[in-house]
């Protein structure tokens, strides 16, 4: 089984550059985020003219989280619970028994904000959730856009950025604490070592040129799932395409 997940940047925006790839790869699934419209501007019927189902939930300009597939969605939620207060930041389904988990997590803004603490918080909150809901000794997905780059390999200078919202100590702990609760990192399982990112900031020029990027996009995997994973890569040719996202996808083959 072939699962992706694509930070889109505004999913009208980049809706032919989605389209072209799912037909150009044909993932099983691919998971979505930064939707960026409401629920009823939602491009669903596109998606189901290539075939594939989708489950989502917008929000006016902002979040936004999708999960679009070939195989039938079942036991689709959105958010933690129903006194929800992040926005549309998660949505999880099963597909072909496995429970997924695709999320937008907060940026963050600043170390020194509000919001820094708001994304801190969202992570303690991911964590009550897992232990809550799932069992770290069955197959589960995480994935998504973490705003989060957890090694030093996973940033273009780990020495000028450290203490930088998305690669700050604080952030790097609270994953540790979801990683130990019983996730892999599938693409280190299968990608040692540095230069490999799925995040390019429109605002330095060439960025993507000069490899200038983060690995904040990601695929972890329970360790009975993690086991199944034959390969992980990610593709940059929809970075390179024409008024881009400023991400790209990061594709995940299994074994089920």
Known sequence: MKIASF?????????????????????????????KCQDRDVPYKAFQEINYS?????????????????????????????????????????VHNIPIINSYVPQGFDPDSEKFVEKLDWFKRLHTFLKKNYDPGKPLLWLGDFNVAPEPADVYDPGKLYGHVGYHPDEHAAVKQIMDWGFV???????????????????????VKRNLGWRIDHIWATKPLARKSIDIWIDMEPRLREKPSDHTPIVAEFEV
């Open 7 to 35: 930070n889109v940047n505004s999913i009208r925006a980049r809706l032919s550059i989605v389209i072209d790839w799912l037909i150009k790869e044909s993932p099983d699934v691919l998971c979505l985020q930064e939707l």
């Open 54 to 94: 989708m489950a989502f939930k917008g929000e006016k300009s902002y979040n936004g989280v999708a999960i679009l597939s070939r195989i039938p969605l079942d036991n689709v939620g959105t958010g933690f619970d129903k006194k929800e207060t992040y926005g549309s930041r998660l949505i999880t389904a099963t």
């Open 185 to 207: 990192d599938v693409f280190r399982k299968h990608k040692p070592g540095p230069g490999h990112y799925t995040f390019w900031d429109y605002r330095i020029k060439n960025s």
